[in-house]
């Protein structure tokens, strides 16, 4: 896979690197701050949607230059790291996109608006405290997976 005559790889991972902790941050922030729920709810989402769109290019274009770089000759042990990294970011990912799909709509709170339009109604606490946990939780680890695999990628590439 080639952008402009470049490995499409290098070039996809920047917006992973930095959809993945954008997508976090407003999780996090989503979940302590019931005051802004109503105003980080579908950014939230939306964040998410693009960081998982670019972790799964990203991990596609990975598997594409791995096969063609072994097939040019490179030794496949040299990225076992980084590929095992990018596995469970791939996952993670995964994961952490359905957890703010349920806490998006799991949590409640007040509406902005003057009115109170919008405002949601909340659950059970044991339901709120635990959707919360898991926000801040995946927020936390999607962040540490994205920077151990570009870790164990700058390593691949620049050596150390």
């Known amino acids: 896979m080639e952008i402009n005559g470049l ?3 290098p070039l996809i991972i ?3 690197v930095v959809l993945v902790p954008v997508a976090a941050v407003l999780a996090a922030t989503y979940a302590v701050v019931p005051r802004w729920r109503w105003s980080t709810r579908w950014p939230m989402v939306g ?3 693009a960081a998982l769109i670019a972790v799964l290019a990203a991990w596609f274009s990975g598997r594409n230059l791995k096969a063609s770089m072994v097939d040019a000759g490179a ?3 040299r990225f076992r790291f980084h590929q095992e990294q990018a596995n469970i970011l791939f996952w993670v990912t995964i994961v952490f996109f359905f957890v703010v ?4 709509w ?3 709170g007040p509406s902005a608006l003057v009115s109170g339009r919008g405002a949601r109604g909340k659950h059970a606490p044991i339901i709120e405290w635990t959707m919360v ?3 801040v939780i995946f927020a936390i680890a999607a ?3 994205t920077f151990q695999t570009g870790e164990q990628g700058a390593r691949l590439v620049w050596g150390g």
């Not at 799909?101 to 998006?104: D, E, R, V």
Request: no cysteine; hydrophobic share 55%; aromatic share 0%.
């Open 47 to 49: 964040a998410q949607t």
């Open 133 to 135: 946990s898991m926000l």
């Open 75 to 77: 030794n496949a042990d």
């Open 106 to 108: 799991a949590l409640g």
């Open 101 to 104: 799909l349920l806490g998006a």
């Open 7 to 9: 490995p499409a790889h």
């Open 14 to 16: 920047h917006a992973a």
């Open 143 to 145: 962040i540490a997976t």
